[in-house]
């Protein structure tokens, strides 16, 4: 998906629509470049979609079921508060897609292109795109992010998750062993 026209060349390719990548991509052209995004998946990165967005969104809900809980002390009685964790769910993807709707228009505003899908280096002007155009540019940023490593041992899937799919759950697990304490 392109928004835009596409372009044959453009001052600046970044490739990687996350939080780098996209604020990157605004300044290049708010300097007057002309600028085209490369996202294989959703603008916004891992942060605005899987990780810290969703992450933080979830503590929210929870300091606010605490305060219900503990609500008495301030003389307020609140009866059968319970916690819906698939309205939960549907709130945290809620937050990360209006962010993300931000972040498209934030690059169109800025008259950026964004093309759906990966970016191969042919040589060090040009990138073959997914969809087979070949995009000619001056200057390249690569802002790629991270993805999660799996322990020798403990393959995804099952019983042990990655971090975004635990942010997926659509249900409270009992108990839950956490290894790792990344930013988010």
Known sequence: MV????????DVAVIGGGVGGYVAAIRAAQLGKSVAIVEKNKLGGHCLNYACIPSKTLIHI????????????FGISVQGAAIDAKKMLQWRMDVSKK???GVAFLCKSNQIDVF???GTFLDSKNIQLTDG???EFKKAIIATGSEPTEMKGFGFGGNVLDYKQALMLDYIPKSMVIIGAGTS
């Open 3 to 10: 928004m835009g026209s596409v372009p044959e060349q453009v």
């Open 62 to 73: 929870s300091d606010i079921f605490y305060e219900i809980q503990h609500s008495q002390k």
């Open 99 to 101: 962010l993300e709707e």
């Open 116 to 118: 759906k899908g990966t």
């Open 133 to 135: 155009v070949t995009l």
